[in-house]
């Protein structure tokens, strides 16, 4: 017995819809939520290690830290905007996602290139005694 032609047309709508969602899935953020930041203090080691003028990437912590000036720190999360994988390095002040390309300015969170919209969070940090310490 074969299917009417409109049931088969139904049918294969709604395994495109489902392969659609999918798709759409595989490119959410991690969790829904691509700009967490650490939800407790983080002690990120010696202030001295983020150059002045540069900007340290925290992978295992998800953070980037920049120094635009001597005693001044400016922390973000290093968690893409897009799909919320974490940037993978830091070249000439910009902070590259591995996963579809997106570059962001790491002294300001600023995207220089997408496909991420939106800026990276920034968390607060501050410097005590030679440590720094966001969150």
Request: hydrophobic fraction near 35%; proline fraction near 8%; charge should be neutral.
């Amino acid at each position: 017995m074969s299917q009417s032609p409109a049931r088969r047309t139904m049918l294969r709508g709604a395994a495109l819809a489902g392969a659609a969602g999918f798709g759409l899935a595989a490119c959410s953020p991690e969790n829904g939520d691509a700009s967490a930041g650490p939800t407790a203090p983080v002690d990120l080691g010696s202030a001295a290690e983020v150059p002045v003028g540069g900007a340290r990437l925290y992978r295992e912590d998800r953070l980037v830290v920049s120094q635009p000036a001597k005693g001044e720190f400016k922390c973000f999360s290093a968690k893409c905007t897009h799909a919320g994988c974490v940037l993978t390095e830091i070249e000439k002040k910009q902070g590259t996602c591995p996963c579809h390309g997106s570059r962001f300015d790491v002294t300001t969170g600023e995207v220089i290139q997408g496909p991420a919209s939106d800026p990276l969070p920034e968390v607060p940090v501050k410097a005590e005694n030679g440590k720094l310490i966001a969150g």
